[in-house]
């Protein structure tokens, strides 16, 4: 099963990237990883997900090493509403595992 | 479309009791997922349905139950409640295929147990 670890805590500039590191080195060949964002305790949303290839969507950019053991959620302009926990989560068919996240304080 | 919709939001009990909560998933989502969150333990996963069968199930006692009925909707009980119980009940839908499944988030139902 794929474990996560993320820093507790990170601050941004409003404006400038930020960058959220995951380290998920016991993950196997076909799990994926996917990126999730809590506000305030309302239900997580959705970011991104991606298997091996880098990948990039409206909201952000995800960066996968190429062993697999880390990535990267690349949130290119920060806003005051990116403000949030930011969960990395590995998927073993279904059952997924939230680790503790990384709280995003984006500041003006 | 819609989204995942959960029912009550929020709901007081008090030891002892038991609770049944609801979740509507998605049109067309055949998993639904349910998962626990207090603010020492974080998210944790309680079980998944598929098409009406439990196919996962995390590491909680006999009392947390859950069943899917033939539309895809879900509920789970929790029995004979305890104060640690307290929590924010997140259920979450998908199409459950095998490959890639994005979860689809409800906005929880939030229990106090007093």
């Known amino acids: 099963d794929a474990k996560t670890t993320q820093p507790p805590s990170m601050d941004c500039a409003e404006g400038r990237a930020a960058n959220l590191p995951c380290n998920h080195s016991t993950i196997s060949g076909n799990e994926y990883v996917y990126w999730y964002r809590q506000i305030h305790s309302q239900g997580p949303q959705y970011i991104i997900h991606g298997l091996k290839n880098n990948e990039t969507n409206e909201m952000a950019s995800l960066i996968i090493t190429e062993d697999r053991k880390s990535s990267t959620l690349i949130l290119p302009h920060a806003t005051l509403r990116d403000t949030a926990v930011y969960y990395c989560i590995g998927n073993n068919f279904n059952k997924f595992y939230f680790g503790s996240g990384t709280k995003l304080n984006v500041k003006p | 479309k819609a989204g995942v919709t959960q029912t009550p939001r929020y709901l007081i009990k008090t030891r002892g009791q038991q609770v049944t909560l609801s979740c509507s998933p998605i049109s067309g989502h055949r998993s639904v997922s349910w998962y626990q969150q207090t603010p020492g333990q974080g998210l944790q996963f309680l079980f998944e349905?598929?098409?009406?069968?439990?196919?996962n199930k995390g590491n909680f006692p006999g009392r947390f139950s859950g069943r899917q009925f033939s539309n895809s909707r879900s509920e789970m009980n929790v029995s004979t409640l305890e104060l640690g119980d307290s929590a924010l009940y997140l259920c979450?839908?998908?199409?459950?295929?095998?490959?890639?499944?994005?979860?689809?988030f409800g906005a929880g139902s939030r229990l106090t147990v007093l």
């Open positions: 979450a839908s998908s199409f459950g295929d095998s490959g890639a499944n994005v979860l689809t």
């Open positions: 349905y598929f098409s009406e069968t439990q196919r």
